[in-house]
């Protein structure tokens, strides 16, 4: 087979092991036969608790409250958490900075995760994830690259690609980057404190865990930690124009 | 409440007797019951096909793909399933094998609901084309190794023809007229007598064909269904009769079923079937259920109500026969009254001089919800249009005939209307298209669409114009190439 051999840098003849042959994908066999396993299809432990999330009806507005009154004492709920309640940075960007895991103070798409409700079964984590009240005041929607690049808004900071040409750098272009939007195998499990454990299966970042501070509240105490992250919001990164 | 009933059904060859709610999802079941996990949940509305398995229903002798995640249990009763798990039985399916060996695969998520597709098809077509190999996946949606490996890989094995499934025993099983499973009661009536006993003593129960559009909210978790009646077993309802000018297919009769009657009649119908259904709903979905819904973007109704189709509506005292589109009264109103069913459609042949075009404008080419569908019917005898019969999906509260453009197409000038227009206007489309801008504007005129996420009115009004005059170039004898 002529492709599988050739001459290395120094002419020396090689037989090539892996340049020009076709491998199968380590777990093709499993995937056609469905016994690849994502998260979704391990065991279940006894007890385990099942998220839903809270997602924006609107494209674009102000989040002006959150209310998970009804929300927690619909069936089989154990709990909440929104973006008041992360601990640190609410930002999973892992290279690039500037991806909320919660929305907080706007929310900027249809479907924008504001919170997440856990509850015994999937289906009553979803019907207590419906009953959230969200308090939004519309803005008008950004719909294109466009109007976005018109008003600045970007997802993040434009980015100058430039290349050396003798001693000048020359600009070659401006590149909006758009996020993107993955359709994926996303979900994780995982075990809570005193013993993390952690399975995720995802081929972007859509990984989070954390512990909520006030984990065993169910109510009155996640008002109180919003109210105190509204009072004091942390440091936002100036490029994120789309905040108000 | 009676004692639970099990239902009874083949699953990969073994006979099953499931305890379980009646409205549980088929894919609930297999993955929590049964823990078969290589059926996969996607999008739960049927639409990405991760959660495909083979289906062959009490009397059939096929399998063919359906989506576990809108099916319920109490649907599959007396009925042979396959899963992914049960393709390979000592030996990978030929198929796995050119899958896996051709990297049609990368994260692997949607990869079993192909394999079940196109395991499908295989069955039931001796070496497939790449047509057949692309209209078998229309129902499955792959996001990162694309198409061009799985496709390579289908037709690899394709040239080695029929590729058999294990037998079915579907038609063998008797299955009772009543599933009592806990919370959900389950009839399935086998005779139209029987269905209106039922309606009258249990008023509030769903009427259930196919469950493709029901079976959303199902798989959403967005209701329960405490009380089913489920149509597909009625005997009267299943019913396809034929006479030398309409076809009248039953209520419970699926939209495969018809596409098989009907062949290429109408190829611009046969074409909007396969658009808006894939197989796996083709398989399930129903015509009865298609109207009944009276969703103002369904597809089937502004296609039949351009074609003259009638509906009988049957109830335990009166039998009804009435124009389609006096079948949709408001938004999701219809003239059913207290009592009464759809029993059947009838859908007239092609006559000598007739021009039937449907077009489904949306935002993806297969299995979207349309943002407008408009459908013409044109009878042209000689150099007169003698019948002309526009109606469109999407464009208003329910679907609506365009009576201001059927008046005009009626008195179009006569180098404009015929199907002779080819000839007497050459290769000069612009002055057909100038007529039929006219007929554009009337249609512009007569709707007043909603604003959605799907389209903004002014864009709806925009392209329903449009269908006109691309009518007008296709009778023009112009090609219209449209990706929609």
Not at chain 2, 372 to 382: D, H, K, Q, R, T
Request: glycine content about 8%; hydrophobic content about 40%; charged content about 20%.
């Amino acid at each position: 087979m002529s492709q599988l051999t050739g001459k290395n840098f120094e002419g020396v003849q090689i037989e090539r092991r892996l340049v020009g042959k076709g491998l199968a994908h380590d777990s093709a066999l499993k995937h056609v036969s469905g016994a690849a396993a994502y998260i979704d299809d391990l065991p279940e432990l006894p007890g385990t608790l099942h998220a839903a999330f809270i997602l924006s009806p609107v494209a674009h507005g102000k989040l002006n409250g959150v209310d998970l009154s009804e929300a927690l004492a619909s069936k089989g709920v154990a709990a909440a958490v929104l973006a008041s309640d992360i601990p640190g940075h609410n930002d999973i960007g892992p290279i690039l900075k500037h991806e909320l895991l919660f929305a907080e103070f706007i929310v900027d798409y249809r479907g924008a995760i504001i919170g997440a409700i856990a509850a015994d079964t999937m289906a009553n984590a979803i019907k207590a994830a419906k009953k959230v009240k969200l308090d939004i005041a519309p803005l008008q929607p950004v719909l294109d690259v466009e109007s976005a690049h018109q008003l600045g808004l970007y997802v993040q900071p434009p980015q100058t690609a430039s290349r050396l040409l003798g001693a000048k750098t020359t600009s070659i272009s401006k590149l909006i980057l758009p996020t993107r939007f993955p359709v994926k195998t996303m979900r994780c499990w995982c075990t809570l404190p005193p013993s993390i454990r952690l399975k995720c299966s995802t081929m972007w970042r859509a990984c989070w865990v954390f512990r909520p501070a006030k984990w065993s509240a169910k109510s009155g105490a996640w008002a109180a930690g919003s109210a105190a992250r509204k009072a004091s919001p942390p440091t936002l990164p100036p490029l994120l124009r789309c905040w108000p | 409440m009676a004692a639970q009933t099990p239902i009874n059904f083949t699953l990969n060859g073994t006979a099953q007797s499931a305890n379980c709610r009646a409205d549980m999802t088929v894919l609930e079941w297999l993955r929590t019951m049964k823990r078969l996990t290589g059926t996969k949940e996607g999008c739960a509305e049927g639409d990405c096909g991760a959660c495909s398995i083979l289906l062959s229903k009490q009397g059939d002798s096929g399998y063919s793909a359906v989506n576990s995640c809108i099916l319920s249990m109490g649907q599959i009763a007396g009925c042979d399933v396959l899963t992914v798990e049960g393709l390979k039985s000592e030996t990978y399916h030929p198929l796995q094998v050119a899958m896996a060996e051709n990297g049609s695969s990368q994260c692997g998520f949607c990869t079993p609901g192909i394999v079940m597709s196109l395991a499908g098809l295989l069955a039931n077509t001796p070496e497939p084309n790449e047509e057949q190999v692309h209209d078998a996946l229309a129902g499955n949606l792959c996001r990162c190794t694309g198409y061009k490996p799985i496709v390579e890989a289908a037709l690899k094995i394709a040239k080695n023809g029929l590729i058999s499934l294990p037998k079915t025993t579907s038609s063998e099983t008797d299955v009772n007229e009543a599933l009592d499973s806990s919370g959900t009661q389950f009839y399935r009536p086998k005779t139209l007598a029987n269905l209106f006993d039922l309606r009258a003593a249990h008023p509030s129960a769903i009427l259930l064909g196919g469950g493709t559009d029901l079976g959303v909210a199902l798989a959403e978790h967005e209701s329960e269904w405490p009380e089913v009646i489920w149509t597909s077993a009625v005997s009267e309802l299943r019913q396809v009769a034929e006479n030398k000018d309409n076809w009248t297919f039953g209520s419970a009769v699926t939209w495969q079923e018809i596409l098989n009657s009907i062949g290429d009649t109408y190829p611009s119908l046969s074409t909007l079937i396969r658009r808006f259904g894939s197989t796996q709903i083709r398989y399930m979905g129903t015509i009865g259920g298609n109207i009944g819904t009276a969703s103002p973007i369904g597809d089937g109704p502004p296609a039949l109500i351009a074609l003259g189709a009638k509906i009988t509506l049957a109830s335990a005292k009166a039998t009804r026969e009435i124009a389609l589109e006096d079948f949709f009264l408001d938004y999701r109103k219809t003239a059913l009254s207290a009592g009464e069913i759809i029993k059947s459609v009838t859908i007239p042949k092609p006559v000598k001089g007739q021009h039937f075009r449907v077009w489904k404008v949306s935002k993806r080419y297969d299995q979207d919800i349309s943002t407008v569908c408009g459908a013409f019917n044109l009878i042209v005898e000689g150099d007169k249009i003698t019948s002309a019969r526009v109606a469109f999906g999407g464009m208003a509260a329910i679907p609506k005939r365009a009576q201001k453009a059927e008046e005009l197409l009626l008195k179009m000038a006569v180098e404009n209307r015929s199907e002779t227009a080819r000839r007497v206007h050459g290769n000069d489309t612009e002055s057909v298209r100038r007529a039929y801008e006219s007929v554009a504007e009337a249609i512009r005129s007569e709707f007043a669409p909603l604003t959605d996420w799907r389209g903004t009115a002014a864009y709806r009004l925009e392209v329903a114009g449009n269908l006109a005059i691309r009518l007008g170039a296709e009778l023009a004898g112009e090609t219209v190439e449209v990706m929609a």
